[in-house]
């Protein structure tokens, strides 16, 4: 419907709010995907338990 109304609107500022709302859902949807997954799969593919994250001095 933004796209609709970015092409056809019939003002300006029709445009300029379709624009708008287009650049939110765009945000909203590449913070959504970029989030970590907090959850690790495990062997039976539960993400009930965090994973849990290695600690400084495990990597040395």
Known sequence: MALV???RGPSTLD???ANDVLL???VGAIATEAR???FDR???GSPTE???YPSP???S
């Open 24 to 26: 939110a859902i765009t």
């Open 36 to 38: 970590p997954d907090r």
């Open 15 to 17: 445009r300029i709010v």
């Open 42 to 44: 495990g062997s039976a």
């Open 5 to 7: 109304r970015i092409a």
């Open 50 to 52: 965090p994973r849990p």
């Open 57 to 59: 001095e495990a990597s």
